[in-house]
């Protein structure tokens, strides 16, 4: 039943639920922000695309801790 | 059904005594070579001024470049342009090479079983970590140039037992960063050469499609995250606390 092929799906699945959470949250942070203040749209655009990389970095260690599972 | 052939790390194509050339290896080779001979060619047409399109293409990416590090650190653009436009060009037409015709499907036979010639320079574990490791060692070397020895004393703070304990986090993080730096690259890339191979096995010839445009997509946001992030880093060590 618990095979090694459920394991891995689980690692990414588990793995990628806080950090979708996570890139929500900041993005919709930098919209209310850029709502706030057209003007300093471009700034916050950034420093967003860097928070977005940061979270989905953590979605990437698990998807590589689940190809190491399944390939190696 | 035929297998696929995925493996982690890359393959290597020859040895030299010890060391492994893997594929990976010889595409990074390559993307340098090709990067330096646009860069000699822009060279010698812009000393001898002559006209040429190719020259005003690359100006205009060059450019928009510069201003884009210059919203991030405004007065000293000049002093970390290079390496920061090295990083984001390697590291985009490193991944970049993993989606032409040929790369990872051109190879040989031997005891180990189907070795590809060619493989996208960033997804090799070896090409993201040198790069992640550079780029940390930059950060410190910038630090150095522009505070002194006392740009070290960021880490060791002996006022008192708090920022002792500050500085031996800050240190950690500091290796913590080449850790998530190349993994972060290298799960991106190989992880879209995963997909176009299982999407090529699923849906030959015109599925792939819309994925490459995805690969050609992440590709060149890593690349940004990549350079951009180390640029955030040499602007916070440069400055004074």
């Given at each position: 039943m618990i095979n090694d092929n459920l394991i891995v799906g689980l690692t990414i699945t588990v793995g990628s639920l806080a950090p979708a959470i996570a890139i929500g949250m900041i993005v919709s942070k930098a919209l209310e922000a850029i709502g706030r203040n057209p003007e300093a749209a471009s700034k916050v655009q950034t420093v967003m695309i860097l928070g977005v990389a940061f979270a989905e970095a953590i979605a990437i260690y698990a998807l590589v801790v689940a190809l190491i599972l399944k390939f190696v | 059904m035929a297998s696929l052939n995925i493996s982690i790390s890359a393959e290597p194509i020859f040895h030299l005594g010890n060391f492994a050339f893997t594929n990976s290896m010889f595409v990074s080779l390559l993307t340098t070579v090709f990067l330096s001979l646009v860069a000699i060619r822009f060279y010698r047409f812009h000393k001898s001024k002559k006209p040429s399109k190719l020259n005003l293409f690359i100006q205009v990416i060059i450019e928009s470049f510069y201003e884009f590090v210059q919203t991030i650190t405004p007065h000293k653009a000049s002093q970390f342009f290079p390496l920061i436009a090295s990083i984001f060009l390697f590291v985009m037409f490193a991944s970049w090479a993993?989606?032409?015709?040929?790369v990872e499907t051109i190879g040989f036979r031997n005891s180990h079983g189907f070795i590809p010639l060619f493989r996208g320079g960033t997804a090799d574990i070896n090409i993201t970590m040198g790069t992640a490791i550079a780029a940390v060692f930059m950060v410190q070397v910038f630090g150095y140039k522009s505070l002194g020895i006392k740009y070290f004393k960021k880490f060791f703070d002996f006022s008192n037992p708090i920022k002792l304990f500050v500085g031996f986090l800050e240190l950690v993080s500091e290796f913590a960063r080449i850790v998530s730096f190349s993994f972060r690259l290298f799960g991106n890339i190989f992880a879209g050469e995963v997909l176009l191979m299982v999407i090529a096995f699923l849906?030959?010839?015109?599925?792939?499609l819309p994925f490459i445009g995805l690969e050609l997509f992440i590709g060149f946001i890593q690349a940004l995250v990549f350079s951009t992030l180390t640029l955030v880093f040499i602007s916070i060590a440069v400055s004074h606390h």
């Open positions: - | 993993g989606l032409l015709p040929g849906l030959p010839l015109f599925g792939p």
